[in-house]
């Protein structure tokens, strides 16, 4: 199965990102595809949070293992908690400032098995990705 997730951002009004990719990858796969994407410092903290219908953060997905317990996004597969389109999840891309990405399973696709495609792509988007406070404040000093 390929899940598209559609990338949303409550900073930037007409954003959106549309990131297909396989059910059996795993969060780190959908990280990375979103760091890249918007050309963010990937040295930074990021976690996903796994959400009611009405974005209430439950289950937290996490870059690091702080505490000792947590489930970790290059362990954990997308096909775990993911299975039917309308599923939602945060993105906290920059964990100082709170700074997060809304993220919807849009569609559930069948796999084309004669296709070379690798995931996960970029399909589809608009607008720019809100910029990330640390490469604003690099940025500043270097203008110094």
């Given at each position: 199965m390929i899940f598209v997730f559609r990338v949303i951002s409550n900073e930037v009004e007409d954003f959106f990102r549309d990131v297909e990719i396989?059910?059996?990858q795993t969060f780190y796969q959908l990280h990375n595809a979103i760091q890249y994407d918007a050309d963010w410092d990937s040295s930074q903290l990021?976690?996903?949070y796994l959400t009611d219908d009405n974005w209430e953060p439950a289950q937290e997905i996490s870059l690091i293992d702080i505490s000792g317990d947590a489930l970790l996004m290059d362990k954990v597969k997308l096909n775990k908690f993911f299975s039917k389109k309308g599923q939602k999840l945060i993105y906290t891309y920059d964990v100082m400032a709170d700074r997060s990405l809304f993220i919807e399973l849009w569609k559930v696709k069948d796999e084309?098995?004669?296709s070379r495609q690798k995931y996960p792509v970029i399909s589809n988007g608009n607008g720019d990705f809100p910029s990330q406070v640390m490469l604003q404040k690099k940025q500043a000093r270097q203008n110094i």
């Open positions: 396989k059910s059996t990021a976690n996903f084309d098995e004669d």
